[in-house]
């Protein structure tokens, strides 16, 4: 077994402890898509959101992806209408932390590392 921890599994293991406390109890309509800045997050970190959707839900034959159905926007806008600055501080931590470990393991932001 190695010690090593893959990109991918990184980014699942990331992505689903970031998603855990905004799972909604009825399922919502999807807001409009934000674009590349959100109502809350930051353009850079709106980014980061954004490509690990697109990677946990990628689009294929079936179904779009999650850029194609705004989950990075719904997620953004959930962020903007908490009253729990705890969490938000907690999603905004989990982002640099994964740009962080990007950083730490190829020398380079998240979205500009390889996949490798």
């Avoid at 855990?20 to 109502?39: D, M």
């Avoid at 959930?78 to 999603?91: G, V």
């Amino acid at each position: 077994m190695t010690d090593s921890l893959s990109r991918r599994d990184m980014i699942a293991a990331t992505a689903a402890a970031l998603a855990v406390p905004l799972l909604p109890v009825k399922a919502p309509t999807a807001p409009a898509a934000v674009g590349l800045s959100g109502k809350f997050l930051t353009p850079a970190e709106y980014a980061l959101l954004d490509e690990l959707t697109e990677l946990i839900i990628p689009s294929d034959a079936h179904s779009p992806g999650a850029r194609a159905a705004g989950v990075a926007g719904y997620i953004d806008s959930r962020l903007a209408e908490s009253l729990e600055p705890e969490r938000q501080a907690l999603w905004r931590s989990g982002l640099e932390a994964v740009d962080g470990l990007s950083r730490e393991l190829s020398g380079q932001p998240f979205l500009t590392a390889t996949p490798d």
